[in-house]
């Protein structure tokens, strides 16, 4: 892998802001010179600053019937995730706003300010019928705007009025800031969190998750939640073949120390314009590592589609294969065993559902 001569981007996980070459953008920005014309008014950015769009979708919950996943039903109160996970499988989704998936997807967000109020409209509907609804599944609730906008909070209020089930997936302490909603929601067990920690290392934790709270951070947030009688699980996620799987055992271990009872692991996915920014940002930070890196995530796709960076088929991607994926595999059961922890799927309570009150009003009862 060639080294990278341009020089990095620090606090950023992207490290350039090339145009996707799907949806027509890459034609479209190269059209007119626009970006020479902006730099010629307002010179070269100084800095790369975050900026936040409000949008007004007319709903809010999204369904899917993929049966790789656990949920049908989700809800992502912002689009983008100032988190800057280099290897987040959901920065190809800035594409379908002619933005990129680079620097764009960690830089220029979207917050929808309205997710509560449309939430209270959906559940109020005569048919509707509940199942626990998945936040964090494409971007994290609790980056960093979460502190300014409380989205997140509110749609928790929500859950709670109308006891609704759901659950968090997040890489941020900051889910404690609502540890009293979540502490309410578990006594009726109607909420299950679930905090991502990928290394031990905070110098390699800011190169690959620059703006994600700091691994010993995470620990501490599982800890707090188990403490509070939250139903915690502690994903190991992703695995990076070379870059964070010697962290895999002593992730378990003090996991299981803090209390946590349910563990799993994920593989590193490299879905659409994942895989280039993730190889550029190897060769910036890892360019003596980044072949052998490669050549084990192509081998834990080889057997089901040739070997390629990302297996997109239903049933077989997030389910690795051949010698390194059964050692991952192996290596995890047995950290789980010695540390007494295991994967538990918590079982949410949907019979207590009823109609949200309407926004602003108390219930009688």
Same mark, same amino acid.
């Given at each position: 892998?060639?080294?990278?001569?341009?020089?990095?981007i620090?606090? /950023?996980g992207?490290?350039?802001?090339?145009?996707?070459?799907?949806?027509?953008?890459?034609?479209?920005a190269?059209?007119g010179?626009?970006?020479?014309h902006?730099?010629?008014?307002?010179?070269?950015?100084?800095?790369?600053?975050?900026?936040?769009?409000?949008?007004?979708?007319?709903?809010? @919950?999204?369904?899917?019937?993929?049966?790789?996943i656990?949920?049908?039903?989700?809800?992502n109160?912002y689009?983008?995730?100032?988190?800057? !996970?280099? #290897?987040?499988?959901?920065?190809?989704?800035?594409?379908y706003?002619? +933005?990129?998936?680079?620097?764009?997807?960690?830089?220029? +967000?979207?917050a929808?300010?309205?997710?509560a109020?449309?939430?209270?409209e %959906?559940?109020?509907?005569p048919? #509707?019928?509940?199942?626990p &609804?998945?936040?964090g599944?494409?971007t994290?609730?609790y980056?960093?705007?979460?502190?300014? #906008?409380?989205?997140?909070?509110?749609?928790?209020?929500? !859950?709670?009025?109308? /006891?609704?089930?759901?659950?968090?997936?997040?890489?941020?302490?900051?889910?404690?800031?609502?540890?009293?909603?979540? %502490?309410?929601?578990a006594? *009726?067990?109607? &909420?299950?969190?679930s905090?991502?920690? %990928?290394? @031990?290392?905070?110098r390699?934790?800011?190169? +690959?998750?620059?703006?994600?709270?700091?691994?010993?951070k995470?620990?501490?947030?599982?800890?707090?939640?188990?403490?509070?009688?939250v139903?915690?699980? !502690?994903?190991?996620?992703?695995?990076?073949p070379?870059?964070?799987?010697?962290?895999?055992?002593d992730i378990?271990?003090?996991?299981?120390a803090?209390?946590?009872?349910s563990?799993?692991?994920?593989?590193?996915?490299?879905?659409?314009?994942v895989? =280039?920014?993730?190889?550029e940002w190897?060769?910036?930070?890892?360019?003596?590592?980044?072949?052998?890196v490669?050549s084990?995530v192509?081998?834990?796709?080889?057997?089901?589609?040739?070997?390629?960076?990302n297996?997109?088929?239903?049933? %077989?991607?997030m389910?690795?294969?051949?010698?390194?994926?059964?050692?991952?595999?192996?290596?995890?059961?047995?950290? !789980?065993?010695?540390?007494?922890?295991?994967?538990?799927?918590?079982? +949410?309570?949907?019979?207590?559902?009823?109609?949200?009150? =309407?926004a602003? *009003?108390? /219930?009688?009862?």
């Amino acid at each position: 892998m060639e080294r990278r001569l341009a020089p990095r981007i620090d606090g /950023r996980g992207a490290q350039s802001a090339e145009a996707p070459q799907r949806f027509g953008l890459a034609e479209r920005a190269v059209d007119g010179d626009w970006r020479d014309h902006v730099e010629s008014l307002d010179g070269p950015p100084v800095k790369l600053r975050t900026t936040v769009t409000e949008e007004h979708p007319k709903t809010i @919950l999204t369904f899917n019937t993929s049966p790789d996943i656990a949920f049908d039903r989700s809800i992502n109160a912002y689009r983008g995730c100032e988190h800057g !996970c280099i #290897y987040c499988f959901a920065r190809p989704t800035h594409a379908y706003h002619d +933005l990129s998936p680079g620097l764009d997807f960690e830089t220029r +967000l979207f917050a929808k300010p309205d997710a509560a109020r449309l939430l209270r409209e %959906t559940l109020a509907r005569p048919r #509707y019928r509940p199942k626990p &609804i998945a936040m964090g599944t494409n971007t994290d609730p609790y980056q960093p705007i979460e502190r300014t #906008y409380r989205i997140t909070r509110q749609v928790l209020e929500v !859950c709670l009025d109308s /006891r609704h089930p759901v659950t968090i997936t997040t890489k941020s302490d900051r889910v404690l800031d609502d540890l009293d909603l979540i %502490t309410q929601l578990a006594r *009726q067990r109607l &909420i299950a969190v679930s905090v991502s920690v %990928t290394s @031990l290392d905070p110098r390699l934790s800011g190169l +690959l998750e620059p703006r994600a709270a700091a691994p010993a951070k995470r620990l501490a947030a599982l800890g707090r939640l188990v403490e509070a009688g939250v139903p915690a699980h !502690c994903s190991v996620s992703p695995i990076i073949p070379a870059i964070t799987d010697s962290f895999m055992e002593d992730i378990v271990s003090r996991a299981a120390a803090l209390g946590v009872k349910s563990a799993g692991w994920i593989p590193l996915r490299l879905p659409h314009e994942v895989a =280039p920014l993730f190889r550029e940002w190897l060769s910036v930070h890892f360019p003596e590592r980044g072949d052998k890196v490669m050549s084990i995530v192509r081998s834990i796709r080889a057997n089901r589609n040739g070997g390629r960076d990302n297996d997109p088929a239903f049933f %077989t991607r997030m389910r690795p294969s051949g010698v390194w994926a059964d050692l991952f595999r192996a290596r995890f059961a047995l950290a !789980c065993r010695r540390a007494g922890i295991g994967k538990h799927r918590f079982e +949410l309570d949907c019979t207590g559902f009823r109609t949200p009150a =309407p926004a602003g *009003q108390l /219930r009688l009862l």
